[in-house]
């Protein structure tokens, strides 16, 4: 006989009547916007509250994935709430089941897994009255053009250890067949401006694709004892589990999707709140998925910033006004026009500064510090336009056949010398892979013409985008 999972918080969480849910959902995603490049997404760490309160960062998560994507099967992952219990917990009945109707669990798969590691086993009890995986599973149904078998997992222990031996065994899954949500809330119940500290430090760690960090910064939450905060992440197991699984995998990147936490709601008390972060993790051949509403608030913050600095005034953005998309570790340079005329270029190739926080720093010394230029003046503010270039990180090459000119930037180095060109540069000057080099190698590491031979060189790539022009 088959074994089917009913729902438990359908009519609490989400309506129950299927036409009203289709309705509810398509409101939640109507909100959410394509993002520009996007990549095959491999995994989602997404929120599982009521869907008043955080189905539209969960609904902007999933519409990261391409609609027609086919994956052999959904690794629901989750911690569980109601009730402890050691290991895992894989669910052996056969479907679960929405309003929207039922979707089959790969039996035969979670057997293999359960035959892999004590640490998997069948709890019942543990899943029959969970919200965290049930939640996602409408959301899914309505967005993917396809069916897609399941394999829920609900995780009951606390030991580190044991989280690193599921992720062991669940770590030759993580490919390009499957995708893995991991369902998670963040903090519960301080007030909404602790709630945004707490919650962009927890989401900072774990986008730095650190275990170790994650765990030190929850600690770091609980010493802090903020009023009214029970936990900084409910589904802390969860997500280690998944970085267990990512943290040696260089060509992942996580990326910030959205947050809001549940005073953002209509019906939100701003005194105690629930955090809500949606998180994707995609290969990283394609670096980064900017939104064009990412794209003109930086510019804005670029515009913003020069403005302040040419009044010899500091630039302060409320951190919850800071889009999600824009908290990626990036390098960046912007480029400050006036009349139309290039009137300063300052950049920073490196990852290891906040993307927007690079812009507005760059922002700020290509119309003040750039000593090839005069400095831009109050009075010429409204004569100017930016450019920003977002850039991919640099990867070494040691064949210069790799270089597309005009798709590729280069960073040459030699010793403490380097130097660089976005990969506009030679398209617009219409240079081949070598005069790009020598150039480089000349005018800007200072190295010679033929410097370039005997240094390291780098090839990243940029997204531009432009303020309108003055």
């Excluded at 849910?21 to 760490?45: C, M, N, R, W, Y």
Aim: aromatic letters at 8%; charged letters at 20%.
């Amino acid at each position: 006989m088959e074994v089917k999972r009913v729902p438990a918080v359908a009519g609490l969480f989400y309506e129950d009547n299927p036409a009203l849910l289709l309705e509810q959902i398509k409101s939640l995603f109507a909100g959410t916007e394509v993002p520009v490049g996007k990549d095959h997404v491999k995994a989602l760490i997404l929120p599982h509250a009521g869907y008043i309160f955080s189905g539209e960062v969960a609904a902007t998560g999933i519409n990261r994935i391409n609609p027609d994507s086919r994956y052999d099967n959904i690794f629901l992952i989750g911690t569980s709430h109601r009730m402890s219990f050691n290991g895992a917990s894989l669910y052996q009945g056969d479907y679960f089941i929405t309003p929207l109707g039922a979707i089959p669990v790969n039996h035969e798969l979670v057997q293999t897994i359960s035959s892999e590691s004590p640490c998997f086993n069948f709890n019942s009890d543990a899943h029959i009255k969970e919200h965290s995986l049930e939640v996602q599973l409408p959301l899914l149904q309505y967005h993917l053009q396809y069916n897609f078998n399941i394999v829920p997992i609900l995780i009951g222990t606390r030991s580190l250890e044991i989280c690193g031996e599921i992720a062991a065994v669940l770590e030759p899954y993580f490919n390009q067949n499957n995708l893995f949500i991991i369902s998670t809330d963040f903090s519960h119940y301080p007030n909404y401006n602790d709630a945004v500290e707490l919650d962009t430090e927890t989401a900072n760690a774990i986008i730095k694709n650190n275990p170790e960090l994650l765990l030190k910064t929850l600690e770091k939450h609980d010493k802090e004892n903020t009023p009214g905060l029970s936990t900084s992440l409910c589904g802390w197991s969860s997500v280690l589990t998944l970085m267990n699984m990512t943290e040696h995998n260089t060509n992942l990147k996580y990326a910030h999707v959205q947050y809001k936490n549940s005073g953002d709601s209509p019906i939100g008390d701003k005194a105690g709140v629930v955090g809500y972060h949606s998180i994707v993790i995609t290969e990283s051949q394609n670096e980064f998925a900017l939104l064009k509403s990412e794209q003109e608030w930086l510019i804005r913050c670029a515009l913003n910033g020069i403005e302040d600095a040419i009044n010899s005034r500091s630039t302060n953005l409320p951190e919850n006004e800071i889009p999600d998309g824009v908290k990626i570790y990036a390098g960046a340079f912007v480029s400050v026009y006036l009349n139309n005329e290039l009137n300063g270029c300052i950049g920073h190739i490196g990852s290891d500064e906040l993307l927007w926080k690079n812009v507005l720093r760059c922002a700020r010394a290509a119309a003040t510090e750039d000593n090839r230029f005069s400095a831009i003046v109050p009075e010429d503010f409204n004569k100017i336009s930016v450019e920003i270039s977002v850039l991919t990180p640099p990867k070494m090459i040691d064949n210069i056949d790799l270089i597309i000119p005009g798709k590729h930037g280069i960073l040459i180095k030699k010793g403490s010398q380097q130097g660089t060109f976005l990969p506009h540069v030679a398209k617009k000057m219409n240079w081949n892979t070598l005069e790009m080099l020598e150039h480089c190698s000349r005018d800007k590491a200072k190295i010679g013409k033929d410097g370039w031979k005997k240094s390291e060189i780098y090839i990243y790539e940029a997204i531009v985008f432009k303020s309108n022009q003055a």
